[in-house]
């Protein structure tokens, strides 16, 4: 793997910052290439030659995130659910800004449906209807059921400004899920 020239890697730091903070102020439709370099402090042509577009870059930054979460769980993999939610909610921790930003635009609804797309995919294999509480109910069903749970959680922690330590809301979570995917 070639290493990142590390101006590269600052200027699209940068620019992904600005992409945030701007869809924090206004509608991600509303946003210009030069509002996104202006706020960058790079050229218009410094955007172009890594990204398309503005939705280019957004999508780019939503897969990056759905990126590290898909191999935060193959790490947690042998974790309970509440461990493995825990690496999660650190996660959303620390990139506060960005997830906050994008479970509240209203120019960003694609992210939210990547987001519970993800979910879905790494609790399908958890799931049974086979036997237990779930016997007889629609797999899909229960997924969506949970995905939206999950997603749900996370967008109240993030709009009441994360009322409860990312361990707590974690655990609660994950009891959740332990209690009803047994």
Same mark, same amino acid.
């Given at each position: 793997?070639?290493?990142?020239?590390?101006?590269?890697?600052?200027?699209?730091?940068?620019?992904?910052?600005?992409?945030?903070?701007l869809?924090?102020?206004?509608?991600?439709?509303?946003?210009?290439?030069?509002?996104?370099?202006? =706020?960058?402090?790079?050229?218009?042509?410094?955007? %172009?030659?890594h990204?398309? *577009?503005?939705?280019?870059l957004?999508? &780019?930054m939503?897969?990056?995130?759905?990126?590290?979460?898909?191999?935060?769980?193959?790490?947690?993999?042998e974790?309970?659910?509440?461990?493995?939610?825990y690496?999660?909610?650190?996660?959303?921790?620390?990139?506060?800004?960005?997830?906050?930003?994008?479970?509240?635009?209203?120019?960003?609804p694609?992210?939210?449906? =990547?987001?519970?797309?993800?979910?879905i995919?790494? %609790?399908?294999?958890?799931? *049974?209807?086979?036997?237990g509480?779930? &016997?007889?109910?629609?797999?899909e069903?229960?997924?969506q059921?949970?995905?939206?749970?999950?997603?749900?959680?996370?967008?109240w922690?993030?709009?009441?400004?994360m009322?409860?330590?990312?361990?707590?809301?974690?655990?609660?979570?994950?009891?959740?899920l332990?209690?009803?995917l047994?």
């Amino acid at each position: 793997m070639s290493k990142v020239d590390r101006r590269i890697a600052k200027s699209q730091v940068a620019i992904k910052k600005a992409v945030t903070e701007l869809m924090s102020e206004k509608s991600f439709d509303d946003i210009t290439i030069q509002d996104i370099a202006d =706020r960058a402090d790079v050229n218009r042509g410094t955007i %172009y030659l890594h990204y398309t *577009d503005k939705y280019d870059l957004l999508d &780019k930054m939503i897969e990056e995130h759905m990126e590290n979460l898909r191999e935060l769980c193959q790490s947690a993999s042998e974790m309970t659910f509440q461990e493995g939610n825990y690496v999660w909610f650190e996660y959303f921790e620390r990139n506060y800004f960005f997830f906050s930003t994008m479970l509240a635009s209203k120019g960003a609804p694609y992210f939210r449906s =990547r987001f519970l797309d993800l979910v879905i995919e790494e %609790y399908k294999a958890e799931v *049974d209807n086979t036997e237990g509480k779930n &016997k007889g109910l629609n797999i899909e069903v229960i997924l969506q059921f949970f995905g939206s749970a999950i997603v749900g959680a996370v967008e109240w922690w993030f709009r009441n400004g994360m009322p409860l330590p990312a361990r707590v809301i974690a655990e609660q979570t994950g009891a959740l899920l332990d209690r009803n995917l047994e």
